[in-house]
């Protein structure tokens, strides 16, 4: 269960145990979180981003870095320590771990007051350089094809060759055979 919280915003310590323990299950099942500084941002901007985010069934949440420091402890997460710094939204994606990124970085060109920091892709730290990168890469299905046509290129030079070598014994076979009747018929 997530909490909406903000700067100023005073926790009672069971909450604060109850919001750590959310952010390191959310830590531990995401294949990506990517860092984003949202200064500058109303309220509405932030629920489209949230909107925008929630089509492709990602999360996105504005966290108190002190406790969200102590919940990444143990967690991938915790290769990003460094950028929980200043105000912090963090993106969850619990499947496509590239998607969230394009989303992030399509969002940031229309509304320049989102910075996509770093960010941890499968148990990777991401600069935001690397995670431009990442959102250059062609979905899944197509990496997929991709794959399967390099495998196929040369399965398929190799069966032409067979089958190119085959043909030609087969046809000196044929000429010996016609050979060896024109030999014999005279």
Known sequence: MWHRWGRGCKLKKSEKAEVIKDLRDGFDRAK???FTDYRGLTVGELSD???????GDF???????????????????????????????LA??????????KKLLEY???NEKLKVGAGVIEGSLCSSDELKAVAETPPRPVL??????GLQSPLNKLAYALSATLSKVL??????????????NR
Do not use: C
């Open 144 to 149: 997929l094809s991709m794959f399967i046509g």
């Open 59 to 89: 999360e996105y949440r504005v966290v108190k870095n002190t406790l969200a420091l102590i919940a990444s402890e143990g967690t991938p997460v915790s290769l990003a320590k460094d950028s929980f710094q200043g105000p912090v939204g």
């Open 171 to 184: 046809y000196g076979l044929e000429a010996l055979k016609k050979q060896k009747e024109e030999s014999e």
């Open 92 to 101: 969850f994606s619990y499947d496509d771990p590239v998607i969230p990124v």
């Open 49 to 55: 981003l949230r909107e925008l985010l929630r089509e």
């Open 32 to 34: 990506a979180v990517i």
């Open 108 to 110: 940031s060109k229309k």
